[in-house]
């Protein structure tokens, strides 16, 4: 990558990593704060029993936060330099086309040379690119295999919890006698809510981004081969192009549904779902109450 000139400003990466401790840190704190205000104020707790009993259930998610962070941070790096290998690749397109434009003129006016050979430094140029992609797309699916149970079993959880946190909102809506209690509480699962649909829909986007940035490598690819001139570079621009579209880089977990926009949509179609039988049980419900 250095021979490239595609460096990592690892300074920048550090910062970012702080940034996203902090944040995940203040979210902690702000949902333990608030569960600690609603167990002292609902069973009378002590402030040491209502931390304890607030850590003891939140550990667990906390815990798999930190899973999420790393996950989407080595799977963003990737990201990242596939994008600047697709600017690179651009950048050597554009310029080659000019060279050869320029290369057509001379050979016109001057020689009776047709074609101009490729560079040695641009076709070693190329064969570091083609070998950097293909090692970044193993590092992918290296990660997809490490966390893909584990990405498969929480995209499950977090629909469970969804529904349930869900049918505790309708539960609150039809709830008549409204009380500090009941706010609290509906704070407490509107936040958590929140915080399961905010994970599963950056997880499936920072998945999606680097599978199409991936992927759209070869637009880059064609556009370069349309402008050299040397076929051992062009057949191995080629087999590069065909092994991109025989297998394009996915996120599926353990083979169940792919990460990315499809399970957003997929995900969203579900929620709705459920939201339509919990508005239905719970009108039959009240309806049945007011009749006895």
């Known amino acids: 990558m250095e021979k490239l000139g595609i460096i990592t400003n690892y300074k920048q990466l550090h910062k970012r990593v702080i940034w996203i401790i902090l944040k995940w840190f203040a979210i902690a704190i702000s949902l333990t704060s608030v569960q600690i205000t609603f167990l002292k104020k609902k069973f009378e707790y002590d402030i040491i029993t209502a931390i304890y009993i607030t850590l003891v259930l939140n550990h667990c998610c906390h815990i798999t936060l930190i899973g999420d962070l790393t ?8 990201g990242a330099k596939f994008n600047q290998i697709n600017e690179y690749l651009k950048n050597m397109a554009n310029n080659n086309k000019y060279g050869t434009t320029q290369d057509w003129d001379d050979t016109v006016l001057h020689t009776p040379q047709r074609f101009a050979k490729t560079p040695s430094n641009k076709k070693w140029m190329i064969w570091i690119i083609m070998q950097l992609h ?11 295999s490490l966390y893909g149970v584990e990405m498969t079993i929480k995209m499950g959880c977090y629909f469970i919890f969804m529904a349930l946190d869900l049918n505790n909102i309708f539960h609150v809506i039809f709830i008549r006698n409204y009380t500090n209690f009941t706010l609290l509480y509906s704070i407490i ?7 399961n649909a905010l994970k599963l829909v950056v997880i499936n986007l920072v998945c999606e981004k680097v599978s199409s940035q991936a992927n759209s490598t070869k637009n880059f690819l064609n556009k370069l081969s ?8 062009c057949e191995n ?4 192009l065909l092994h991109i579209k025989q297998s394009p880089l996915k996120f599926n977990g353990i083979g169940l549904f792919q990460m990315g926009y499809k399970f957003i949509y997929g995900f969203v179609a579900s929620v709705g779902t459920v939201l339509v039988i919990l508005a239905q049980a719970h009108t039959e419900s009240e309806s049945l109450f007011q009749k006895i």
């Open 189 to 195: 699962i509107i936040f958590w809510c929140s915080h």
């Open 134 to 144: 293909l090692e970044l797309r193993k590092i992918s699916r290296e990660v997809d």
């Open 226 to 233: 349309y402008s050299m001139n040397d076929v051992e570079t």
């Open 71 to 78: 996950m989407m941070n080595i799977i963003g790096y990737v």
């Open 237 to 240: 621009i080629s087999q590069l």
